[in-house]
């Protein structure tokens, strides 16, 4: 019981730490913090403070930032359980843009068949894009951060060309528009909201969470993650085939990330983007899963909070705030974290000597 | 007339979150004698002797050197009282040279640069001057365990250490090196050193030192003349009651071949050949022990035996069936048991609960986990049913977190993981270390009782007391091959120092 | 032909960044601590210069005053770092993620600040090339390598070789060397390893501000957030390459600027022209992730770098 409340006393105080870190950081720059924090309202509930208006098109754009950083931020997660450190989110989930533009735009397909082909695709081109990673650490003990890394922006460069390249595209910055069978766009979702981009990614996210808990908690497959992320040794003497569970876990890592650039690509757009440089999804969700502990529920929670900060950034630009501000705060909640969870781990080493056990 | 007291730790006090590990401990060591520290695991003695060399500062009591109170803020300020430490775990730079290491923190300069010539030269000075052989160019990764002692040697000697404290010295070296340390502690004295010896060693004690001072749990019991007392007398000290030395047990009843080794080749962590050419028997119902120094093939053997290191050449055959290239998976459910040297390494997931350990091998099958989901009552009625019988003593049952339960129970807990299972051939490594003296016992007849149902017990063990005792039959490992096979009956630890040195050999 | 005599100058030009960061994640994981915000401080630093330089032009030392913001910069952001890694046992890895997120905030923050856009203006001038009298006159070697050479150049040169004699020679070097193999070893000899890894950091926090200034000022003409593109995240890959000492460095890092080179030259290389220039602009990166393999079995750094330091582990 007390481990649950200091679970969640840590990310609480990190994240008001953050936000405190932000506020000084406008004052000393001649800026005004209150504006940010109304921005911030503005952009989760629609309510304008100021002009007493409420707009329902905040809420649904609030959600569509919120959701591709929750299944990044699973992405992170899973591999942060397994002991692994996925920086290579963002190349995985352009991995998964590439293959949902590839299947939306030269896949035919009816109307409920055609979208669930682009998100499996995705999936299966994420997945990809992080067993490479995955391969490499398990067979030559090469550490993933720095491959990550690189893939990220061998896979900017691959998705850019391919737009021009494989798609098509006339103006090279944008291909072809997607069929309406291809994508997760919703007319009704969208009125609901003012004209907001709400689609039906939400749904693939709801189910990405389930099966998040549902795998590393309940199942055979998780305990051996689990037991691989805490102790490689202990597993391996036990029985457990270490490195293929290593690759798998990458695999899995790689395909949520693949979902959220279907999410993104057929859900937020309906096009395949080429892009000047790499849009920090994969770093929102290394916030996220830190944040959110690595559990399900956390990234749910964490994710809607730098939702939040994403979605308000527009607003916060518009009243004269830069909209930096939102990753100075993200960073130091990260940086919070970090130093923390250090702390702990400390406080944990140096605990009293057990009898029994070997001299101090 | 007042003998002149070279160190005196007067009523020393140090508390660790939970913990009193000294409590009003004197201790009071004459100039130029060898003065011994007894006690087990969890004594004190580390703790007391960190706090001299400057690692902690005590929360009571005084240090006196030559006579003057002293504040011992950290080793630099032992160091320049001429107190020096020669560690248990070796605190050498692998990939530095002997001088490198010795000169560290001290380098002699010219200019700007070290002055790695003349650094050479005052080595080999001391080396010659106290008898101690190193080869000053040499890297540490490359040379045995007994220079790397005389490297952490020299380390002291190089600063002018006058007092010198030797912490466990003897775990990692032959019965030989053994003598020729104490050879070179008395060199030492006769150059005017005193030299504070920290122990379990009864045998040893006797052997070397004039004076004994005895912790048990954080406390002083006594201070003897060594000459006068004996060595039962020290033990009873040391552990509180009469120490039986050996454990009860019935002669073995050997039956079939269960496990046959032959010929094998395995290589080590290094990439070389750890074990070279080793041929073994266990058979049912009896205990083969392996004894031998640190390093000449213990870990490859085990490995190779259980799986987790793939076989260069040979055959490992588990009751007729060639073992040789299945899974460390496949040869747990065909019946091999280990209970691994490192409890924290290998034995458990720390970070898991009780009973989440207690699956670690069975969790992907009925009854623990149906369809690839786990069960998680089964696996808590396991862990009830398991704490139950082998009294295993763990804060909050099933639940409890492993990493918050004292070593004791941790390796009751793999023990009963293990033996549960009931396996035909149970591997059994260092199943002792770091423990106290009524888990020891507890883990001994456990060992025994299993040998008594008629499975096979291979035990490896670095404590030759602990295979002289519990082995029916022992085999020597030396250089990666057994050496020799004796009946523990019919040998002693001269036989076995001989031949775990290489220096005899005996095959019965 | 001549193409190869304006590749090479080039791929010194991009190789300087990368040796001196490289060089600066050197000493903080030879003292034990992996610091992956090299290109986090890259950034800060050539923020720093470009905003500098901007602002005191046309004085003819400005790009110079900018360098020094740069190093100064570059210190100062390291020491959260140092902080949180050495003193508060952060895992070394998820607090140089979060400078690096940090570093992109506040950088184009102040841009928005100070220059109300995202980027700062452009200077004019930057640093100005040297030739070296009497050297540049070489036939062949005295074009490429002694002729219209940026000094930031030469000083990457230096530093590497006193970066072998430090660190190779001196007392300080075999202590530095001794807190990233066995900070309990040098413990316990008296060195005292928090300081030694905090000057490690520092360094680094230096010597990447240098880098990153080095870069903005001779391949820009502003501070913008794609400024750096990954390039400290190339040094670490040199430094791995490069297995930790300064002549690998030297060498993984002319590598790499060579590789940078031709991705701008591919276009007017015969052979390279039909590939398309996307897979020049990844060849970089590819050949890390391919050096990374090919090394990684054989290059082992020093062995407590990454590990918190534990006064009490045995």
């Known amino acids: ?360 | 007339m007042s003998v002149a007291f070279v160190i005196e730790m007067l009523d020393i006090v140090k508390v660790f979150p939970g913990i009193r590990a000294n409590d009003g401990v004197t201790l009071q060591v004459e100039q130029g004698s060898i003065h011994a520290l007894l006690g087990e695991n969890g004594a004190g003695k580390s703790t007391l002797m960190s706090m001299l060399f400057g690692l902690y500062q005590p929360d009571g009591g005084t240090i006196k050197v030559r006579g003057s109170a002293v504040r011992i803020g950290n080793p630099n300020v032992a160091n320049q009282l001429g107190i020096g430490m020669v560690h248990q775990h070796f605190k050498l730079v692998h990939n530095f040279t002997v001088t490198e290491n010795i000169i560290l923190g001290l380098e002699p300069r010219s200019g700007l640069v070290i002055d790695l010539k003349g650094a050479a030269r005052r080595v080999r000075e001391l080396s010659d001057r106290y008898g101690l052989l190193v080869d000053p160019e040499a890297r540490i990764e490359d040379i045995s365990v007994g220079m790397q002692q005389r490297v952490e040697i020299l380390k002291m000697l190089y600063r002018n250490a006058e007092i010198l404290i030797f912490d466990e010295p003897t775990a990692v070296l032959t019965p030989q090196e053994i003598r020729e340390l104490m050879g070179i502690m008395h060199r030492l004295v006769q150059e005017g050193k005193t030299i504070l010896l920290i122990t379990h060693k009864l045998k040893e004690i006797k052997e070397v030192a004039r004076t004994c001072t005895v912790l048990r749990r954080g406390r002083l019991i006594g201070t003897v003349a060594v000459a006068e007392t004996t060595e039962a007398r020290m033990a009873e000290m040391m552990v509180g009651r009469e120490v039986s030395f050996h454990v009860e047990k019935a002669p073995g009843r050997p039956g079939d071949v269960v496990l046959r080794i032959e010929r094998i080749q395995v290589r080590n962590a290094k990439g070389l050949l750890g074990v070279k050419d080793l041929s073994l028997e266990v058979r049912a119902g009896e205990i083969l022990g392996i004894c031998g120094i640190d390093g000449n093939g213990q870990t490859e053997l085990i490995r190779a035996v259980t799986g987790l290191s793939d076989l260069e050449s040979g055959r490992i055959l588990f009751k007729g069936l060639d073992l040789s290239n299945h899974s460390v998976k496949q040869r747990t459910d065909a019946g091999v048991g280990h209970i691994p040297e490192d409890r924290h390494k290998h034995g458990l997931i720390l970070d898991f609960r009780l009973d989440e350990n207690f699956v670690v091998h069975s969790y992907g099958e009925p009854p623990f986990s149906r369809a690839g989901i786990l069960d998680f009552r089964a696996i808590r009625v396991n862990a009830e049913r398991l704490i139950q019988e082998f009294d295993v003593r763990c804060g909050q049952g099933p639940a409890s977190p492993t990493r918050a339960m004292s070593g004791g129970n941790q390796q009751k807990a793999i023990v009963a993981r293990e033996i549960d299972r009931s396996p035909a051939l149970l591997i059994v490594a260092q199943p002792t270390r770091g423990l106290d003296v009524g888990a020891i016992e507890y883990i001994h007849r456990r060992i025994i009782a299993e040998r008594d149902k008629g499975k096979a017990i291979l035990l490896v063990s670095l404590e030759l007391d602990e295979v002289l005792d519990l082995s029916d039959r022992i085999a020597v490992l030396c250089g990666g091959e057994i050496v020799g096979v004796v009946d523990a009956q019919a040998t002693n630890e001269n036989e076995l120092g001989l031949m775990m040195a290489g220096s005899a050999r005996k095959v019965s | 032909m001549n193409i190869l005599l304006t590749m090479i100058p080039m791929a010194l030009i991009y190789a300087t960044p990368i040796i001196i960061a490289a060089l600066g994640g050197l000493y903080s994981e030879r003292s034990g601590v992996v610091n992956i915000a090299l290109e986090g401080i890259m950034m800060v630093g050539g923020f720093a210069a470009a905003a500098v330089t901007v602002v005191l032009e046309p004085n003819p030392m400005a790009a110079y005053f900018g360098l020094l913001a740069a190093v100064i910069t570059g210190l100062l952001f390291s020491v959260l770092h140092a902080f949180a890694c050495v003193h508060l046992k952060a895992d070394q890895v998820v607090s140089g993620t979060a400078l690096n997120i940090l570093a992109g905030g506040i950088t184009v923050y102040l841009c928005q600040i100070f220059f109300d856009q995202q980027r700062t203006n452009a200077f004019t001038t930057g640093i100005a090339k040297l030739s070296l009298p009497g050297l540049a006159r070489l036939p062949v070697l005295g074009a490429l390598l002694f002729k219209d050479v940026y000094p930031t150049s030469y000083a990457a040169l230096l530093l590497v070789a006193l970066t072998w004699f430090v660190v190779a020679r001196t007392p300080f070097g075999l202590r530095l060397r001794a807190c990233g193999e066995h900070p309990q070893a040098a413990a316990s000899m008296g060195i005292d390893v928090v300081r030694m890894r905090y000057v490690g950091v520092l360094l680094s926090g230096a010597l990447a501000g240098l880098a990153g200034g080095t870069m903005v000022l001779t391949q820009d003409i502003q501070y913008s957030l794609t400024s750096i593109h990954g390039t400290g995240f190339i040094a670490l890959a040199c430094l791995i390459f490069g297995k930790w000492n300064p002549a690998g460095v030297l060498g993984a890092g002319l590598f790499f600027g060579l590789s940078e080179a031709t991705s701008i030259y591919a276009k007017d290389i015969p052979l390279l022209q039909a590939v398309p220039q996307d897979f020049f602009y990844m060849l970089p990166y590819i050949l890390t992730v391919i050096a990374l393999v090919v090394f990684s079995g054989k290059s082992v750094g020093p062995r407590a770098a990454g590990e918190s330091y534990d006064p009490g582990k045995r």
């Open chain 1, 1 to 360: 019981m007390a481990k649950r409340s200091s679970a969640i006393l840590l990310p609480v105080v990190a994240i008001l730490f953050g936000f405190a870190l932000g506020a000084l950081v406008l004052v000393a720059t001649g800026k005004g913090p209150l504006a940010m924090f109304q921005a911030m309202l503005q952009s989760v509930t629609g309510i304008n403070s100021e002009a007493g208006s409420f707009n329902p098109r905040y809420i649904g754009e609030f959600i569509v930032q919120a959701m591709p950083i929750m299944l990044t931020g699973l992405s992170v997660g899973f591999a942060f359980r397994t002991g692994l450190f996925n920086i290579g989110a963002e190349g995985q989930l352009m991995a998964g843009s590439i293959a949902a533009t590839a299947v939306a735009l030269w896949v035919k397909a009816p109307p409920g068949a055609h979208v669930v082909l682009v998100l499996l695709a995705a999936m299966a081109a994420g997945g990809l894009w992080g067993a490479v990673p995955g391969y490499l650490k398990a067979r030559f003990n090469v550490h993933e951060v720095v491959v990550t890394i690189m893939m990220n922006y061998i896979a900017l460069f691959l998705n850019n060309w391919a737009v021009v390249a494989l798609f098509k595209s006339e103006d090279r910055i944008k291909t072809a528009a997607f069929p309406a069978s291809a994508m997760l766009k919703s007319t009704a979702l969208s009125a609901m909201t003012h004209g907001s981009r709400l689609n039906w990614g939400f749904v693939p996210v709801l189910v990405s969470l389930v099966a998040y808990w549902f795998i590393i908690e309940k199942t055979a497959f998780g305990y051996s993650l689990r037991a691989v992320g805490f102790n490689k040794d202990g597993a391996q003497y036990a029985g457990m085939k270490v490195n293929r569970n290593i690759v798998w876990s990458m695999i899995i890592a790689g395909a949520f990330a693949g979902l959220a650039g279907a999410v993104i690509t057929v859900g937020t757009f309906s096009f395949g983007r080429a892009l000047p440089a790499a849009e920090g999804y994969g770093f929102d969700g290394i916030a996220v899963a830190l944040v959110g502990a690595n559990a399900a529920i956390g990234v749910f929670l964490s994710g809607l909070l730098f939702g939040m900060l994403k979605a308000a950034q527009t607003l916060m630009q518009s009243q004269g705030i830069p909209k930096e501000i939102a990753s100075i705060i993200q960073a130091s909640i990260v940086l919070f974290i970090a130093m923390k969870y250090g702390i702990s781990h400390v406080l944990q080493k140096l605990g009293p000597p057990k009898p029994g056990e070997t001299d101090r």
